[in-house]
């Protein structure tokens, strides 16, 4: 069964960037699209972005400018960059997998929150 | 961008009882919709997929219906442990998805 880890700092201080990596383990990456959503304490879920198998990506346009995701199938990982972070992007960041198929997100990993300060 | 509302934001019901959360569109987005649930601490659990397909291991008490702007998730027989929170997900044609703002059912 597939299992998804994040991992990363759990601290970032404003104007920096926040660089989180999952780890998927118990399946190939082969055939699906990954993406990173947050969720800021005690509000909603945002999707952030998502990287198909073969490295195409798509981001949400409100963080566009900010955000790269990168994928690195012989370790079995994927990676989210999201530059210039303010307290607004102090989350809980989950990384998922879904497929194309069905267009929802099927496995997620526990969450890892991050969060901007000083 | 496409809006996601959920009402209500919150419900009371007992242990036995069938509630039903409604799930608005802006605009159409066919049946391209995904229920989750979500308990403190944790990370989301999907449910529905596909307006009303039910994701494996999913109890069936469990039903999604609706398509175009209105969806409704239904579950019969609410037991303990389904106290949580509930949250819409909407895909459309950008390659973009959007979340609603959740529905938290609480026991009365």
């Known amino acids: 069964q597939v299992q998804l880890q994040e991992s990363g700092p759990g601290l970032v201080k404003p104007s920096e960037t926040l660089s989180l990596t999952c780890s998927v383990s118990g399946g190939s990456m082969n055939s699906f699209y990954w993406s990173w959503i947050r969720q800021p304490p005690g509000k909603e879920l945002e999707w952030i972005g998502y990287i198909f198998y073969s490295g195409s990506t798509k981001y949400n346009p409100s963080l566009k400018s900010r955000v790269t995701i990168s994928l690195d199938t012989s370790k079995n990982q994927f990676s989210l960059k999201l530059t210039s972070v303010t307290a607004a992007d102090t989350a809980v960041y989950y990384c998922?997998?879904?497929?194309?198929?069905?267009?929802?997100?099927?496995?997620w990993g526990r969450g890892t929150l991050v969060t901007v300060s000083a | 961008d496409i809006q996601m509302t959920q009402s209500p934001s919150t419900l009371s019901a007992s242990v036995g009882e069938t509630v039903t959360i409604t799930c608005r569109a802006s605009?159409?987005?066919?049946?391209?919709l995904a229920w989750y649930q979500q308990k403190p601490g944790q990370a989301p659990n999907l449910l529905i997929y596909?307006?009303?397909a039910l994701e494996t291991g999913v109890p069936s008490r469990f039903s999604g219906s609706g398509s175009g702007t209105e969806f409704t998730l239904t579950i019969s027989s609410l037991q303990p442990d389904d106290f949580a929170i509930y949250y819409c997900q909407q895909y459309n044609t950008y390659f973009t998805w959007t979340f609603g703002q959740g529905t938290r059912v609480e026991f009365k």
């Open positions: 605009q159409s987005i066919g049946f391209w």
């Open positions: 998922t997998r879904g497929t194309m198929t069905t267009v929802a997100f099927h496995v």
């Open positions: 596909k307006a009303s």
